[in-house]
T-cell receptor, first 115, second 116 residues
């Protein structure tokens, strides 16, 4: 069975604070892919990153960074120096090699960045 | 536009009526997906098309739900005899399906369905 858990339902920070969004996944596959998507108030999901299970290198893209740790089945997302425009719902998702192309999403974390 | 489009953007219907939701994927994307997002929740997978075939329709919640795709392009999700629990945003996504490609899914803006 595959499952994604985002334990933080809502997070509220003040602009310029760093914030980490947690994602824990469950899968029996050895080959799988992890994703983060952003859903701003407009509703359209925006793809942020994809990692495969064989690449545990952490990645940084501007103010965004991702920490993938297979030992703890976690794929956490950090926003450095948060901005009001970062306010959105963030979803972590999993695709198992044996489940075809379907994505399994977590429940999402609502991030609010206050000025 | 170059993105995934969906119509209508909003649909209000009465319980028991049938509705059709349309998705136009990105040109050239062979894979197409339907998801449902209930208020305040994550996305639930409904069905996946590769070309015009649906190798995975395991997420369809009941036989009131069906979908088809034609011309390896447009897809229609049909919900018959709608119920109030069908109220949700229905999201469509498309992707390339090439070996070695990242194959990430690009999402449309969704159709917000309200069943009264």
């Amino acid at each position: 069975a595959q499952k994604v858990t985002q334990a933080q339902t809502e997070i509220s920070v003040v602009e310029k604070e760093d914030v980490t969004l947690d994602c824990v996944y469950e899968t029996r596959d050895t080959t799988y892919y992890l994703f983060w998507y952003k859903q701003p108030p407009s509703g359209e999901l925006v793809f942020l990153i994809r990692r495969n299970s064989f690449d545990e290198q952490n990645e940084i893209s501007g103010r965004y960074s991702w920490n993938f740790q297979k030992s703890t089945s976690s794929f956490n997302f950090t926003i450095t120096a948060s901005q009001v425009v970062d306010s959105a719902v963030y979803f972590c998702a999993l695709r198992q090699e044996t489940s075809g192309s379907r994505l399994t999403f977590g429940e999402g974390t609502q991030l609010t960045v206050n000025p | 536009g170059a993105g995934v489009s969906q119509s209508p953007s909003n649909k209000v219907t009465e319980k028991g009526k049938d509705v059709e939701l349309r998705c136009d994927p990105i040109s050239g994307h062979t894979a197409l997906y339907w998801y449902r997002q209930r208020l305040g929740q994550g996305l639930e997978f409904l069905i996946y098309f590769q070309g015009n075939s649906a190798p995975d329709k395991s997420g369809l919640p009941s036989d009131r739900f069906s979908a088809e795709r034609t011309g390896e392009s447009v897809s229609t999700l049909t919900i018959q005899r709608t119920q109030q629990e069908d109220s949700a945003v229905y999201l469509c996504a498309s992707s390339l399906h090439r070996r070695g490609a990242t194959n990430e899914q690009f999402f449309g803006p969704g159709t917000r369905l309200t069943v009264l």
